[in-house]
């Protein structure tokens, strides 16, 4: 279903809203995910031409209990091109 609706259209008002937002405000919003004591699931697809693994990494770095999943056969959509994920997500949440 979301494949379907993932047209030029959708993917053009993604990027905008992305780009909307000032680097400076997101910038200060990461300064105290270090303090966050919640389990935290980083699943990263290292295939990701716009947002590198190694950000992945950094942010399991910075979150104190934070489990990392780099899917190496998946890109900037993993959910999407991996259905499996959503099951470890579930899995994930269950165990709160």
Known sequence: ???DTNDRGN????LELYRSAPESELAAAGTRQSEL???A????????????AELAREYARVLPNAELLELEDA?????????DLVGTVV?????G
């Open 41 to 52: 699931l980083v699943a990263w697809g290292t295939r990701d031409p716009y947002l590198p």
């Open 11 to 14: 993917r053009r008002a993604i």
């Open 75 to 83: 890109g900037h959509w993993p959910w999407m091109e991996r259905p």
């Open 91 to 95: 899995e994930f949440l269950g165990r």
């Open 37 to 39: 004591t919640c389990p």
């Open 1 to 3: 279903m979301i494949w």
